[in-house]
């Protein structure tokens, strides 16, 4: 239909617009993250200063550029923004440029691009606010399951279970095609295996869940993240979760170790002195104010390590995620690879 210089052009054409579409829907997705929390509508009123109230010009709204134009304050107060309005605009535009290299023009794309949209939401909103609301997980959830019976079996959850079919008669003995055991048509495979993914999901973080409250005694995860995971096993199926809750908790782990090696190194908590009177502090420390006239000793931790602790898991799974949703060959490859030597 088109010649190779033809379709060159037309894949760089389709490259630009996956990047703008990223970027305006990132603007959106910034919207979200500040009022789903608050319960408050995320169409109505349009956007505007959160200090002055002024609305803001089309032209102080474009996405990415939009905030260091304007150097990072609002036109009319001068009250300045965070710097990850613009952050998490270029975010969006770069990961829907990738899904777009990756996936091509197809249906499939649209709802990957709609995967990392909630995912992106759902990240911010649990670092911001501890949750992650229930209209990410549950629509994403709705979304995974439209998406597989429109999808079939091109669906991600789905291409995981014929891959782990494929995987399980490889170690069984056998090689070449498999064919599967049932015969459905497409739809109802797309939707049945994310359904399975879903459930099994569901089930896994759950099981983290209780045996991490029998084991350690405190709340390891939340309910939130339990829900999470049966939204991202109904794009990813079975497989995909394992994938996930596996580099989540490497990437988890490497980032808490990281953080305790970097405060070990130059993180010194910081120790002030201060003239107090005796009489008004605690039992504790009056003994050391009443030999040295007042003057008390205080520590203030600096980014302790501790702080780590109440780093919620949620972004290490949205973030595991997007890496075993984009680099979905190079896993596959991976896989097949450590079976033939194994
Ligand atoms: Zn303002």
Redo the contacts with the bound molecule.
């Keep these: 239909m088109f010649d190779a210089t033809e379709q060159a052009v037309l894949f760089n054409f389709f490259c630009v617009m996956s990047f703008i579409i990223g970027a305006c829907l990132g603007s959106f997705y910034n919207v979200c993250i500040y009022r789903i929390p608050m319960k408050q509508s995320i169409v109505k009123p349009a956007s505007h ?1 959160f ?2 109230g ?1 609305y803001l010009k089309w032209y102080d709204n474009i996405p990415i550029l939009g905030w260091p134009m304007l150097g990072g304050r ?1 036109r ?2 001068g ?1 300045p923004y965070s710097s990850r309005y613009c952050l998490v605009e270029l975010l969006s535009a770069v990961l829907y440029l990738i899904a777009f290299i990756v996936f091509g023009p197809t249906v499939l794309l649209l709802f990957i691009w709609l995967f990392l949209g909630l995912l992106i939401i759902g990240t911010f909103t649990d670092i911001d606010h501890f949750i992650i609301p229930n209209r990410i997980n549950y629509g994403g959830l709705l979304i995974g399951l439209l998406g597989g019976a429109l999808v079939g079996r091109d669906w991600p959850a789905c291409r995981a279970m014929y891959n782990l079919m494929d995987d399980v008669h490889f170690l069984m003995g056998k090689f070449g095609d498999v064919e599967p055991w049932w015969v459905l048509p497409s739809w109802a495979d797309g939707l049945l295996c994310a359904g399975i993914g879903a459930g099994f999901g569901w089930l896994l973080l759950w099981l983290v869940s209780v045996g991490g409250r029998l084991l350690f005694r405190k709340e390891a995860m939340g309910f939130g993240d339990v829900k999470l995971m049966a939204f991202l096993g109904a794009f990813l199926g079975v497989q995909g979760c394992l994938e996930v809750v596996g580099l989540a908790s490497f990437l988890g782990a490497f980032v808490s170790v990281t953080m305790i090696a970097l405060h070990r190194m130059i993180g010194r908590d910081k120790i002030v002195e201060a003239v107090l009177d005796p009489e008004k502090l605690p039992e504790l420390c009056r003994t050391e104010a009443n030999t040295s006239g007042g003057v008390v000793h205080v520590r203030i931790p600096l980014r302790t390590a501790g702080q780590l602790h109440y780093l919620p898991f949620g972004p290490y799974l949205a973030v595991a995620a997007i890496i075993i949703v984009l680099c979905y060959k190079q896993v596959e490859q991976l896989i097949s690879w450590w079976l033939s030597i194994g």
């Design positions: 200063c200090s002055c002024t609002c009319y107060c009250t």
